[in-house]
């Protein structure tokens, strides 16, 4: 090869050589510009956080910074570059050749060599060609193969990007780790023109900072300090809408951190910390609203069968207390809009409410008793807190009641078909059911039952939650017959339909029809009770009597001292008549329960009942307040232990003592008549029953199957207990004949032979033996006949009992009539004595001789009047119609007669024609007296025409009150006119006064004065007042009290009587609403002429007819009324 | 309508009393017992008619005069007064004078209200048959405008007072077309009208017998 080729070959091998020493420098200088340029940044930031530069240095550091960025820039990237790029010279040939012949020993300089030869023009001059050539062509054999490339390494570049990436990690580590610091120095050295405060020693690290809470929420405060840690920290709090803030210190923890706490955040606040002037950021703790709340209302609606309304509790009272059943409906609003919301009881139940807004609503029964709370959750998802929890209490539907109050107790019944109750029955709501319940419990013929029969009762509509239910219990199905019992009680059922309607049952009360035997031998025992307890206080009040004579003898015999002896007796004597006393109050109380009983069991005619009430009148009188003051007066006198008071208080004694005796003796007499009478009404009573039974068992056996071996033992039964009957009443003849024999001058005794004969005679008891007996043996017919003989023999004896009883009654009013017609006319012809032996001791002449004459008269006169007056208390224990009022008209005229005597004794004429007149005019009173029950009697029984006189005198008296108090009450201040009217009403009052005095007087002589309700004595004895106070013009509010008291009482003592005639009938029950239909329509026209007839009547009883006369014209006219309505015969 | 009733009741009763009462001292109105013979208490319950008229003024306006006053048939006192009342239990008998009296009261503008306060029925009824032989009483039907007049009694006369469990009923007596007389019978409000403590009576029976009862006033007063 030429040499000028192999220059141009190794030329472009350099080249490529020289190509590849660029990059590679490019490579390095940019590791190591990059490398040194991060030193040098991190060096300045270093320098501008520690010293925090001033502007120059960091403008200075900034600058240079750059400066040395351009020229490791320029030198070494730019300048390799453009080496690269040929812009700028590279290395020479010849200098790369001797760097490859470094590279390469093998070549070493040969490549320097070689390159010489072939670049050298001058070397032809010194060598030759070809010498020059093979020394070239060996170079170039040798080059052959070789790459230059290689001599070139990429080392140096890798080290110093090594270097790079170890300060470039250096730099982004001190970055992270300290970013403030760093990138806050990078910030200002890069506004190096800038001033910049100098940083603080530490800065605060605030946790939570900003935050929202929930109100109530408690938020902690961590504080940790970067940099130089303060000892004390200040926090500054300001609540929201506050201007100033609160600041309290907070002190460092052992951990260097610091802590605080935001308890129950109820408002927004802002928060700073500071320490030393350095202030940590404005932080906001948001508080959020929880829902709660705002309003509660419980609506609540009771079960339906309480018929309770609706009723809404009070806002916010989530308790609720109500019945079982209840529904009750929870609403509730809000503060806040809500999301959800539920009812969550206490059993774990939870009840999501219906959400409208702010509203929520939810509804549950009630069925047990448990608690809840309300839960809330917002549109946000905030849950209410703190719930309140609320109790649901059940009410209990309490039990009904039942009770019987009427008839209230076990009682034997006399009417055997109905029974009228009243059942009072209470529930807090109502009730369903009512039903009355009854088993028979004992019978002669039937098994008792065990199983209770029950009775519907209805209930009135409208019942509400206390009802009092009167319902007439018809006994009929129940087929009582005597000494059947039957025990009853009711049976409520309340209308609670939700737990299930509750019962209750009343008390139970047995019911009994008693056999005539029973309520006769119990009367009978009672009476007997009665009469020996009355004998015991007639014996305790004989002895009390002869101890107080015996009182009297030995005061006489010691000069009238009193001793202790005496003394203890008296006191003995008075303990014996309080004895004798309540021994009557005793005897007073069986009579009137006896009285009773028989009347309940209908066993006493009217007349007998009438005379045991009398009886208990009388016996009301027997000890009255007269005698129990003049004990009281005895009592005192002996207290006193003064003679004289003693034989004062002995002698006032003597008479009511006697009185008292003397009544105990009249009211065991007439006990012992009215006992005969009730016997014979007994016995009557008993004949008809046993007849009406016979009838009855007549009937049934006629109607009774033969086969039926069952009923005809029942009937065989029946028919041994009304033969049982049968002896008892032939042993109660033969008993009240006995007793009759007592009294045989009053009693009918041939009457009651004859009875008693009848009976023995119709064989009644083997009578029904042997009916019985047919009865036994199935022979229905038989049986049947004899029943009819024997029912016909009972009405003989019926028949002959009931004249015996008509018998003793007119026996003993002929008698008492006779004995009174003659005890009347004794006194008045004592009267006609006394009178002419007055005018004759009027005409006396002081000193005459006819003073002991007419004394002796008086005297005559007196003893007859004991006579009559024995008589008249004989009459008295045969009869009512002897008052007590008569024998004191009597003892009045024998006490004037005892003093006239006295009078004429001492020759005084005036006293002695005034006690006779006194005497005359008592005499006549007490004929009145007795003319007055005679009349009663004969009018029958003492009442009727005598009360109704009475009665229309109140009645007169009443108007005439009336007129006065009106009078009083219009008359106001006194003028002379006024004060001439109160005159006048006090006249009126004054006759008012009288007339009652009187009509008190006259009652009292009838014996009606019991009658009367109040004290009309005491009544009098007001008008009196009134009559002075009026008369002296000196009307006051009492004075209209009284007369107000005045006409009630005179009401009242009209009402008494009125009262007592209905008192079995007036009841002031409420009445109970009754729907019916409306009565049709009235035509006026046919109501006020429709009928003729009766125009014609009433003109014809204008006529002026007699009063007979009168009756039979309504007659006629009712007669021909009957036949134009086509529902009578014509009249004849 | 009903607010203007009491008005309507008050204009017309002065014309009503101009007449019966020209010797009255007051012109308010009053009711007078009558007090009769036979037995039966005329007297009972004299609260009563107190306790009426004084729920007679309440409700309606109308003066009343609350006093207990009672007069006698034979007297010439039931001629000032327009409105006659009857009560009792027990026995009724009025004499031929009391008769003429009475009827010449009743066909001349009086009005009569009897009551049955229980066993009046039977000898009320005989007697009243003296004085009007050619009347029977009829039962009202309860349409009848004494039963609407100021209160409604849609069923007619109330259940104030039980007797004998039946049904209430009211009665009446024409004369030219005016009800002259009213009865009732089985049902006793003038039981109600008397103090709470005399029958022991519910407040709702008592509140029904005084209304029931101002309308017998108000139908006499206006017809």
Not at chain 1, 297 to 302: E, N, Y
Not at chain 1, 869 to 884: A, C, E, I, Y
Not at chain 1, 912 to 924: H, I, K
Not at chain 2, 22 to 28: D, K, L, V
Request: charged letters at 25%; aromatic letters at 6%; hydrophobic letters at 35%.
């Amino acid at each position: 090869m030429e040499t000028r080729h192999i220059a141009e070959e190794l030329h472009l091998r350099f080249a490529a050589v020289r190509r590849r020493q660029d990059v590679a420098a490019i490579l390095t200088g940019s590791a190591f510009a990059g490398t040194v340029f991060l030193l040098a940044l991190l060096a300045a930031l270093l320098l501008e956080d520690l010293f925090s530069l001033d502007v120059a240095t960091r403008t200075t550091a900034f600058w240079a910074l750059c400066a040395c960025a351009v020229c490791l820039t320029a030198w070494y990237i730019i300048r390799p570059a453009g080496r690269l790029a040929g812009i700028l010279p590279g290395a020479s040939d010849h200098t790369t050749a001797a760097a490859i012949g470094r590279a390469i020993p093998a070549l070493h300089d040969r490549l320097v060599n070689g390159w010489e030869l072939a670049t050298d023009e001058t070397v032809e001059s010194f060598s030759s060609r070809d010498l020059l050539d093979a020394s070239l062509e060996d170079l170039r054999r040798t080059i052959d193969g070789m790459d230059f490339g290689s001599t070139v390494t990429f080392g140096r570049s890798r080290r110093m990007g090594t270097f790079l990436a170890v300060t470039a990690s250096a730099a982004v580590l001190l970055f992270v780790l300290f970013p403030t610091s760093f990138f806050g120095a990078a910030d200002r050295l890069l506004h190096y023109n800038e001033a910049f405060a100098s940083p603080a020693p530490f800065r605060f690290i605030v946790d939570p900072g900003d935050k929202e809470v929930v109100k109530g929420e408690t938020v902690p405060l961590l504080v940790r300090i970067e940099g130089d840690i303060p000892d004390r920290i200040m926090l500054a709090i300001r609540p929201s809408g506050q201007e100033s803030a609160d600041e309290r210190e907070l002190l460092r923890g052992s951990d260097g951190t610091f802590h605080a706490e935001f308890a129950s955040l109820k408002s927004t606040l802002q928060y700073e910390l500071h320490a030393r002037g350095v202030h940590s950021s404005l932080y906001t703790l948001t508080v959020r609203d929880r829902p709660a709340i705002r309003s509660l209302r419980v609506l609540l609606t009771p079960p339906a069968y309480t018929r309770l309304p609706e009723r809404t509790q009070d806002d916010n009272i989530g308790d609720v207390t109500a019945l079982r059943g209840t529904q009750i409906r929870c609403s509730i609003e809000s503060t806040k809009d809500l999301r959800d919301a539920a009812v969550v009881f206490s059993d774990s139940i939870t009840m999501p409410m219906a959400v409208t807004g702010r509203r929520a609503a939810a509804s549950f029964t009630l069925l047990k008793e448990r608690t809840y709370h309300l839960v809330l959750h917002d549109s946000e998802g905030t849950s209410s807190v703190d719930p309140v929890e609320y109790r649901i209490q059940i009410v209990p539907d309490a039990y009904p009641t039942v009770a019987i109050p009427v008839p209230g107790m076990n009682l034997d019944v006399t009417d055997n078909t109905s029974l009228d109750m009243v059942i009072k029955a209470g529930d807090d709501y109502g009730f369903s059911r009512l039903v009355l319940r009854y088993r028979l419990v004992q019978s002669l013929y039937e098994k008792a039952g065990e199983e209770f029969t029950e009775v519907p009762i209805p209930i009135p509509a409208g019942t509400g939650t206390d009802a009092v239910i009167p319902y007439r219990w018809d006994l009929r199905n129940l087929h009582l017959v005597p000494e059947d019992m039957v025990s009853y009680n009711a049976e409520v059922f309340d209308n609670d339909v939700v737990s299930g309607p509750k019962s209750a049952i009343s008390e139970t009360f047995t019911l009994r029809l008693p056999s005539l035997d029973e309520v006769f031998a119990d009367v009978e025992k009672q009476h007997d009770a009665g009469v020996d307890r009355m004998t015991e206080a007639l014996r305790q009040a004989e002895e009390a009597r002869k101890d107080l004579d015996d009182v009297r003898r030995e005061m006489q015999q010691n000069q009238q001292k009193l001793g202790w002896e005496e003394k203890a007796k008296t006191s003995q004597a008075l303990k014996k008549y309080e004895e004798a006393r309540t021994a009557m109050d005793e005897v007073q109380r069986k009579v009137e329960q006896m009285t009773a009983e028989m009347q309940k069991n209908n066993v006493l005619s009217r007349e007998t009942l009438e005379k045991y009430e009398e009886l208990q009148r009388l016996m009301d009188q027997l000890a009255g307040p007269e005698f129990a003051e003049m004990m009281k007066k005895l009592q005192e006198a002996m207290q006193q232990m003064s003679p004289e008071a003693m034989k004062q208080a002995l002698q006032q004694f003597s008479f009511s003592e006697e009185n008292f005796r003397k009544s105990i003796e009249r009211t065991l007499n007439l006990l012992k008549r009215i006992h005969i009478e009730q016997k014979m009404d007994e016995a009557v009573r008993r004949a008809d029953e046993m007849l009406k039974r016979q009838e009855a068992l007549q009937e049934q056996t006629k109607q009774a199957s033969q086969s039926n071996p069952d009923e005809m033992q029942k009937l065989a039964q029946e028919q041994r207990e009304l033969e049982k009957n049968a002896a008892a009443l032939e042993k109660e003849v033969a008993g009240l004949k006995s007793a009759m024999e007592e009294f045989p001058s009053e009693m009918p005794l041939a009457d009651m032979e004859q009875a008693s004969r009848e009976l023995e005679q119709s064989g009644l008891e083997q009578q029904m033996e042997d009916i019985a007996r047919d009865l036994q043996q199935m022979q229905a017919r038989p049986a049947s006949d004899r029943q009819q003989r024997a029912a016909g023999a009972m009405k003989n004896v019926g028949k002959q009992l009931r004249q015996a009883q008509d018998a003793l009654r007119q026996n003993q009013q002929r008698q008492v009539l006779n004995a009174m017609r003659r005890a009347m006319q004794d006194i008045l012809d004592l009267s006609g004595k006394e009178e002419a032996l007055k005018k004759e001791t009027e005409g006396l002449d002081p000193n005459s001789q006819q003073f002991r004459d007419n004394a002796s008269e008086q005297m005559n006169v007196l003893r007859d009047l004991q006579s009559v007056t024995q008589n008249m208390s004989g009459l008295s224990q045969k009869t009512f119609s002897v008052t007590p009022e008569m024998g004191k008209s009597l003892g009045d005229a024998m006490r004037a007669m005892s003093e006239a005597m006295a009078g004429l004794d001492t020759r005084n004429r005036a006293v002695a024609s005034e006690r006779q007149e006194e005497a005359m005019g008592s005499l006549n009173e007490a004929a009145q007296q007795i003319q007055g029950a005679m009349d009663a009697m004969a009018q029958g029984g003492g009442q009727g025409q005598g009360m109704a006189g009475l009665m229309q005198r109140l009645q007169r008296m009443a108007a005439q009150q009336q007129g006065i108090n009106d009078g009083t009450k219009n008359s106001g201040g006194m003028t002379p006119a006024q004060a001439a009217a109160m005159a006048r009403l006090a006249g009126e009052e004054g006759i008012v006064r009288k007339s009652l005095e009187q009509l008190a007087k006259e009652a009292a002589a009838s014996g009606e004065l019991s009658k009367l309700l109040g004290d009309l004595n005491r009544t009098a004895q007001e008008m009196r007042e009134v009559q002075t106070d009026l008369a002296g013009g000196n009307l006051t509010p009492e004075t209209t009290k009284k007369e107000e008291r005045i006409l009630s009482r005179l009401l009242d003592a009209q009402r008494s009587t009125r009262e007592r005639d209905f008192e079995n009938e007036r009841r002031s029950t409420a009445g109970k609403t009754v729907v019916q239909p409306s009565p049709g329509a009235i035509d006026l026209t046919s109501q006020e002429g429709r009928n003729r007839l009766r125009r014609d009547l009433q003109k014809a009883l204008e006529e002026g007819y007699t009063r007979d006369y009168d009756e039979l014209i309504k007659r006629y006219f009712e007669v021909l009324e009957q036949y134009e309505a086509g529902s009578g015969q014509p009249p004849r | 309508m009903r607010n203007a009733r009491p008005f309507i009741v008050v204009c017309l009763l002065f014309p009503a009393l101009a007449g019966a009462q020209a010797q009255a001292t007051s012109s308010a109105f009053g009711i007078t017992r009558v007090k009769y013979a036979g037995g039966g208490d005329w007297y009972n319950d004299p609260s009563s008619e107190v306790n009426l008229l004084r729920f007679v003024q309440q409700t309606t306006g109308i003066q009343t005069d609350a006093r207990y006053r009672f007069a006698d048939i034979a007297g010439d006192e039931i001629f000032s007064s327009p409105f006659l009342f009857i009560t009792g239990h027990g026995n009724i008998t009025l004499t031929n004078e009391e008769i003429r009296r009475l009827r010449t009261y009743l066909d001349n503008g009086g009005f009569l209200y009897v009551d049955d306060d229980y066993g009046l029925d039977k000898p009320f009824r005989r007697e009243i048959r003296k004085v009007f032989p050619d009347q029977d009483l009829v039962e009202l039907p309860f349409s009848f405008g004494l039963y609407h007049c100021q209160f409604e009694f849609p069923a007619g006369p109330p259940k104030t007072h039980e007797h004998n469990g039946k049904p209430p009923q009211g009665f009446g007596l024409f004369r030219n077309g005016r009800l002259v007389l009213y009865y009732t019978y089985e049902t006793n409000p003038s039981d109600g009208w008397a103090d709470p403590e005399v029958h022991h009576d519910p407040e709702e029976k008592r509140l029904e017998a005084l209304r029931f009862g101002t309308n017998i006033v108000v139908w006499a007063l206006t017809h």
